[in-house]
């Protein structure tokens, strides 16, 4: 019989070692196969299996959403496996999220609400911080106004959070100042999915991959970032044949699993993108039925800018144009023009092309923080819909562009509750019927609700430098180590100007800088709901008690309300609290358009896609086979834009605020690794992750490498006009990086890259730009 | 005493037999990935000298066609 690790007797240190060893050969097998499953070591390493109570919901991690199983046996969570009923993973997991649960028992757990006193952090009662918090609020606003105050969220909040983070802030209180995280990942994707379609969210889902003949990924090192949806990809490859084509600026797992990788310099995708549309349009591959009875044309303002000084404004101006003048602009963009600087062979830009331009092909194209970290994010996200458009390969099973979320509640918190400032949990805070609804339903005056957003992530951390913002609230995001030159903001936030509340899991580089520390509920130790990227509804029960006064987000917040007399406005119960709110939520989105499933269904099913009508998902939306919203006998109804067109928008090539040049020779882009998520807060505290991958490092091509006479593991210094980080070498190791680039993970708060980065952004999207500044390299 | 993890990958179609064949090895702990062609296999021996030879029977079994070591660690007899 075959020995299990289970049956061997032995030291606990020992046994300890022996699971550590075989978690490392998971943690490798993971990355070599992504989704990998190695159920049988899952089972065995649980106690008693028959005992165990299996608890389904969402994974924490990526925004892929997985479906979990949490076995748990007698008040703690022991096991994790993939949920098999879940549509999204099917039962695969990626090594994240099979041990995500480890992290909740780390020593050192933020237990209990911390607030210094003469400079040390005093262990204090939840309820006495609480009155803390909601005291200086008051006084702030009393003392300096509204705008004064600030809420700085997460994509990793859930719905309720979210929900009641606006309402606070702009129901009760009445300012704009709520932004979160997600600005940092997804806004260009927002911005890109508004100006082309008037409506957010990808128009497809994950089941596009069991159809699609053609994967592209722009930018997107899915093997790392979205292992499970890849593992899929492979899947499909393996079984139909499908193709996965990496198109990015750096060699990485994905590009060596695909069945074509291209490398792009860095900016550069805005040309090739065009490049490709002109040779749709000049080889005749134009979807012209399609086009001339869904689309519209439209260029936009040039020359926009990056963002870079303090209080930056932009608004576009639209400007209808017809085809032959979208013709023309293409005329700049001619594969053998776009070869010269994008170092994209005039052969490869006509092997992208042909593929979208096949009319038996199907295509689906994915990008996450390629596209979307980038000054002209918006620009990306419209070329590469241009390509689907003018194709009419969109809103069909298999064929679709398709912009992943980082974060697993990106969309269903960050982008449908709407903690941005621009946003209401429906519409805009500019768009006078969307204070209306927002004021009925929470029932508050509408003039309460400000019509003007105030502060984007960037600019509000700018705004606390300032000392204009002098109290900020901070919830799951660790922004001192994810926003880009954290070499300003570090500081900033350290100013006594400033009152700082961080409500976390665990101590971080933020937390270090807070007067008061709250102490939060992970996951599973409260009720929630994420959405994930194919719009998928997720809803979970508490599982686990959390320790000792660790408090839901959502619940801290009604707590503060009450304290700062909004009482009325909050009327929720402890202990229903998420039902109640995600109920007087829903009511936002009734409709065709955006119907959410009713909790009854999210609590028995594994997630459900809005809009839900007539209690079915809609897989895809804008296609009236399939999406109940369309009118009838449209074919497909863009119903977010009033004349029910998308639009093809002209927009150029623009360079990057910041390029190398002879004291600042190398690109620098920041990125992420399969074993960590994010800032690591969590991942670190998850020991097979973090010996998998215990710290930061550079990446060179060896060509530079061999130049510089840069051995591995060398320790090298990486400077920008902005800061310097300390990092050893990484040659021929995860990834390669193009020649004349560097690659840094941002995972490790001990190697701060983001002192370096740049904090330029889309002039619309806002969002910041972390692939791309100009750094130079020198041995430590 | 040694203790190391490897990947083991198998020739095409062998992976049952490879199950088998590395059941039948004592010190010798074998976890098979339910979707992939590719065996964990954690070996715990008593002096360098044994974990040396417990490598080579494991790769002389003929359906093995790769082992690569992921991780090792080395702990006092005693502990
Ligand atoms: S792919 Fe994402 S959602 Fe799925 S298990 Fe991994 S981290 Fe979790």
Sequence with gaps: ???????????????????????????????????????????????????????????????????????????????????????????????????????????????????????????????????????????????????????????????????????????????????????????????????????????????????????????????????????????????????????????????????????????TDLAVANAICYEIVNNGWVDKYFVENHCNFSKGLTNIGYGLEDNFSFTDKPEKIDFAAYKEFLEDYTPEKVAKYSRVSVKDIKYLAAIYGDPNKKVVSYWCMGMNQHTRGTWINNLVYNIHLLTGKISKPGNGPFSLTGQPSACGTAREVGTFTHKLPKGVVTNEENRKLAAKIWKVPVERIPSKPTYHATEMFRAVDRGDIKFIWTQATNPLVSLPKTSRYRPAMQKDSCFVVVSDVFPTPTSDVADVI???????????????????????????????????????????????????????????????????????????????????????????????????????????EFDPACKKGSGFDFYGKPDGRAVIWQRPYEPAPEVPDKEYPFWLDTGRVIEHWHTGSMTRRIPVLNQAMPHAYVEFHPDDAKALEIRNGELIKVTSRRGSCVLPASINERGLPTKGQVFVPFFDENMMINDVTLDAFCPISKEPDFKKCAVKVEKA | MPIKSYLAHPYDGKKDDLVIALSQISKCDVIPAENNDVLIIVTETDTLKEDEQLKETIEAIDSLKLLAMVSGFDTPKNN
């Design chain 1, 1 to 267: 019989m075959q020995n299990t690790l289970s049956n061997s007797v032995l030291s606990s240190r020992r046994d300890f070692l022996k699971k550590m060893a075989a978690a490392a050969a998971m943690t490798a097998a993971a990355t070599m196969f992504p989704g990998i499953i190695f159920a049988a070591e899952q089972e065995k390493n649980i106690p008693n299996a028959a005992n165990l109570d299996w608890k389904k919901g969402p994974c924490r991690f990526c925004g892929v959403g997985c479906g979990i199983l949490v076995g748990v046996e007698n008040g703690k969570a022991v096991a994790v496996k993939g949920d098999p009923n879940s549509s999204v993973n099917k039962g695969l997991l990626c090594v994240k999220g099979y041990h995500q649960t480890m992290c909740i028992q780390a020593k050192d757990r933020l237990t209990h609400a911390l607030v210094k006193k003469n400079g040390t952090y005093v262990k204090t009662p939840i309820n006495e911080a609480l009155d803390l918090v909601a005291s200086k609020m008051k006084e702030t606003i009393e003392s300096h106004g509204k705008d004064a105050v600030a809420m700085y969220t997460s994509g990793q909040s859930t719905i309720p959070e979210g929900y009641i983070a606006s309402k606070l802030m702009k129901g009760a209180i009445g300012t704009n100042n709520l932004d979160c995280n997600a600005r940092l990942c997804m806004a260009s994707a927002v911005t890109g999915f508004l100006t082309t379609f008037g409506a957010d969210e990808p128009m497809g889902c994950y089941e596009d991959i069991d159809h699609a003949d053609y994967f592209i990924t722009w930018g997107n090192n899915m093997a790392e970032m979205h292992p499970v949806l890849f593992s899929r990809m492979l899947e499909q490859k393996s079984r139909r044949g499908a193709k996965i084509i990496d198109f990015a600026t750096r060699t990485t797992r994905s590009s060596t699993a695909s069945d074509r990788s291209i490398l792009f310099e860095p900016q």
């Design chain 1, 518 to 624: 709250l102490p939060a509920s992970w996951h599973i130790e409260k009720s929630g709901l994420y959405g994930n990227s194919e719009r998928r509804t997720q809803y979970w029960d508490k599982m686990v008690e959390g320790p000792g006064e660790t408090t839901p987000d959502a619940w801290m917040f009604i707590e503060v309300a009450r304290r700062m007399g909004y009482g009325d406005l909050f009327p929720y119960s402890k202990e229903n609290h998420v039902e109640e709110i995600f109920n007087e939520y829903r009511q936002f989105h009734e409709g065709a358009k955006h119907g959410m499933a009713p909790l009854e269904v999210l609590k028995k099913e594994s997630g459900a896609i809005w809009p839900y009508v007539d209690g079915k998902s809609t897989q895809w939306r804008f296609n009236e």
